[in-house]
């Protein structure tokens, strides 16, 4: 079978698909983190006076915090003063339409695969595109305004709804939450906001294409949704990133409120770079995920991570209406020498809150994977259910897969299920696929996809496709 | 001729289990391999599909005109050769019938035949599901998964028919079947039967040739072929065990 070896090997080695560098004139602070590089930052974003003032207390309380060291992963250590803190494509000008975004941009969002001219034209999916630092074009934002809708970059929410991003931005992940969240806090440089005014129903999937590019930039998102008593709204966030040699760092914080009876849906497709075969450069990526549920509110997180060289992330729920619900469902892939530790908190605090967790874990190579959970049932939460689910597959010997589920439970009323499974894609189910004329790497597409199934029709459908491909571009080569 | 063996010799960890293999299948033949267990009849069955855990240590394997050693196991299944598992193995989360049209579509993509849509696909399924009465639960679950021992031989079957080998191995399909599913298996074998089709029943027992006629029967023990005749062969060997077989080839070593 030595055929199939060298197509498997040729596969390997080919080289990151997302992997190149827009030639942009950017504008970027020289490396390095004091109060004056935040004060600078917030004047460039022309931010009022409580929003510097955030920032430097986030950054008070960020100089005071270590790193998190309780992760089951091996991270060469960061200095936080040779990243650069801003850096903005310098053509900015106030936009009437895409014709006049620099065209270098355009066509880096078509090589992504994202070409706004279609964008545009397709139904239901609005494109709020954050390149680098800055957003440089927003679609659909009139037809959503129409319903009362906002949909915008971060920067422009804090000028245009100042009332609802100072009332709501830290209301879930505070400040002094944790390291990346602090550190995020003080010098995020965008993001997305959204607002769904009361009883209303996003008609179309919002959605955000992140991408790191300016070499040595660090990014620092801050997304905010926020949905009113009775809204429905459905986000999308998927991002690559080019190819490098040295490590980025990308810490995001994101922060869902889903008020009475409204419903937040969360799907994430996360691509960053993960570093060559051998363990070189790769994105870093720590991310704090936060929502919180309030009477009858339902929020569902779901993720396919397949990126970064190291992926930190556990997007949360609190439940602290009555009857609120919180879903978490994730795929995460480590192939060659990525790391991840990744899961969920469910957080019970109101009456009759449910809660559900299905993660899927692939490792691959020398892959390491960990989901790490943790179910808390508190005094009050009568009633209160959780169910979770964690499977672990294991494609070859060097891998290696990973549980801590931790459980907390204040009251005895609670009922909470736990189930967790590992299994290795084996040789005679490949060989059984191959027996029926599928060759090995279709018969690893399909394996994996049936493992990961339960996960993927969770997400909306042009996004279960483009995961599925990414599944399989990211396992290329892992059996050999 | 389709299928030519000479001289073949196969070892698994080390050990030789196939130790200078001789067999010749015409189109249209059918042929039945029994043996007892340890003799290598599975090793046969395997070595043909390409099944990895084996080593070719000398001999050869003509197919069709073609060395079939040197095709990978998904070339040498586009090709027109299909084994029924023993052990079929099962497949979390993917549908049965998705499954046989990937499958499909992958063998006519080879043979540079158009793929079949999902309605010409289900058309041909509901046919030939018909013959080896598999109900639409069936068809709709993941691969073998909650399948008892029957379903899934009647499921392996099922594929053979969706798939128009030229060259079927059955591995051992009858074992663990009751006597209604193995009519139901023999059937469906029976229906495949053609001038262009040549079918290798593996087998311990003779009671799957009760059902399925086989033109030619072949002894296989210590991983050679001892005996070949007709069908009066396996009635005799029913009759007379396998130790008859040995004691004979004993007394003629010695």
């Not at chain 1, 065209?103 to 969002?109: D, I, K, N, Y």
Request: charged share 25%; with cysteine; hydrophobic share 35%.
């Amino acid at each position: 079978m030595s055929t199939s070896a060298d197509t498997i090997e040729q596969l390997a080695t080919r080289e990151y698909q997302y992997g190149f560098e827009t030639e942009v004139e950017a504008e970027t602070f020289p490396p390095g983190l004091d109060e004056d590089v935040i004060r600078r930052l917030s004047a460039k974003k022309q931010e009022p006076e409580w929003m510097l003032e955030f920032r430097l207390k986030a950054y008070r309380a960020w100089l005071k915090m270590t790193e998190p060291t309780w992760h089951n992963l091996k991270i060469e250590p960061v200095d936080f003063q040779a990243i650069s803190y801003y850096s903005a494509p310098k053509k900015r000008p106030e936009l009437k339409s895409l014709d006049e975004v620099d065209p270098e941009v355009l066509r880096t969002f078509e090589k992504l695969g994202i070409p706004l001219e279609e964008q545009k034209l397709l139904a239901g999916v609005a494109v709020d595109a954050v390149f680098d630092s800055v957003s440089v074009a927003t679609t659909f934002r009139e037809k959503l305004a129409e319903l009362g809708i906002i949909f915008c970059s971060m920067s422009d929410a804090i000028r245009e709804h100042p009332d609802l991003v100072r009332r709501y931005l830290g209301s879930v992940v505070p400040y002094t939450d944790n390291f990346y969240a602090a550190l995020n806090s003080a010098v995020f440089s965008d993001g997305s906001f959204v607002y769904v005014p009361k009883g209303v129903r996003c008609p179309m999937e919002l959605s955000t294409y992140f991408r790191i590019n300016a070499r040595n930039t660090g990014q620092f998102e801050r997304t905010l949704i926020v949905a009113d008593e009775g809204a429905t709204v459905s986000y999308l966030e998927g991002c690559t990133a080019p190819m490098r040699d040295e490590n980025q760092l990308h810490a995001a914080v994101v922060e869902l409120v889903a008020l009475d009876g409204s419903t937040i849906k969360y799907s994430t497709i996360q691509n960053w770079y993960p570093g060559d075969s051998e363990g070189r450069g790769g994105i870093y990526n720590f991310v704090t995920k936060r929502g919180k549920a309030m009477a009858n509110a339902k929020i569902t997180w779901t993720q396919v991570e397949t990126g970064s060289a190291i992926t930190w992330k556990y997007p949360s729920c609190i439940l602290q209406g009555d009857n609120s619900v919180g879903e978490f469902y994730s795929v995460a892939v480590t192939n060659n020498y990525q790391q991840a530790d990744t899961g969920t908190k469910m957080i019970h605090l109101g009456k009759n809150t449910r809660s559900t967790i299905v993660s899927k874990g692939i490792s691959a190579g020398h892959g390491q994977n960990t989901y790490r959970g943790a179910v808390t049932i508190g005094r009050n939460a009568q009633n209160a259910r959780n169910y979770s689910q964690c499977d672990s597959m294991l494609i070859g010997n060097r891998c290696g897969a990973h549980t801590f589920p931790y459980l907390e439970i204040k009251n005895t009323s609670a009922t909470v299920e736990h189930e967790a499974s590992t299994s290795k894609i084996g040789e005679e189910q490949i060989f059984y696929c191959q027996q029926r004329g599928i060759s090995t790497e279709d018969a690893v597409n399909m394996i994996v996809s049936g493992f990961c199934k339960e996960v993927f029709r969770e997400l909306p459908m042009e996004f279960a496709v483009e995961a599925q491909k990414l599944l399989s571009i990211s396992l290329e080569g892992s059996v050999g | 001729m389709l299928l030519e063996i000479k001289d073949l010799r196969v070892k698994a960890e080390d050990k030789e289990i196939l130790k200078g293999l001789d067999l010749t299948v015409n189109a249209g033949e059918v042929h039945a391999v029994m043996g007892p267990n340890g003799s290598g009849k599975s090793t046969l069955a395997r070595v043909l599909a390409g099944s990895p855990g084996y080593e070719v240590t000398g001999g050869s394997i003509t197919y069709d005109g073609k060395d079939l050693l040197e095709l990978d196991p998904e070339v040498r299944a586009c090709e027109g050769v299909f084994m029924a598992f023993q052990y079929p193995i099962e497949i979390a989360g993917i549908n049965n019938t998705y499954f046989l049209r990937t499958a499909l579509n992958s063998v006519r993509k080879h043979r540079g035949e158009p793929e079949l849509d999902a309605v010409e696909f289900m058309q041909l399924v509901r046919e030939k599901a018909a013959l080896l009465e598999m109900d639409q639960a069936m068809l709709n679950r993941s691969v073998n998964e909650g399948f008892s021992g029957g379903e899934k031989k009647r499921n392996e079957i099922f594929q053979m028919a969706v798939l128009e080998p030229k060259l079927a191995i059955l591995d051992e399909t009858d074992s663990g079947l009751d006597i209604d599913a193995l009519k139901i298996v023999a059937n469906g074998v029976n229906s495949l039967r053609s001038p262009e089709r040549s079918i290798i029943v593996v087998t311990h027992y003779q009671r799957l040739l009760n059902y399925i006629v086989p033109d030619f029967v072949h002894v296989l023990s210590g991983g050679r072929i001892v005996r070949s005749g007709g069908r009066e062969l396996a009635l005799e060997l029913e009759e007379k065990g396998y130790g008859w077989i040995e004691a004979e080839m004993a007394g003629a070593r010695g």
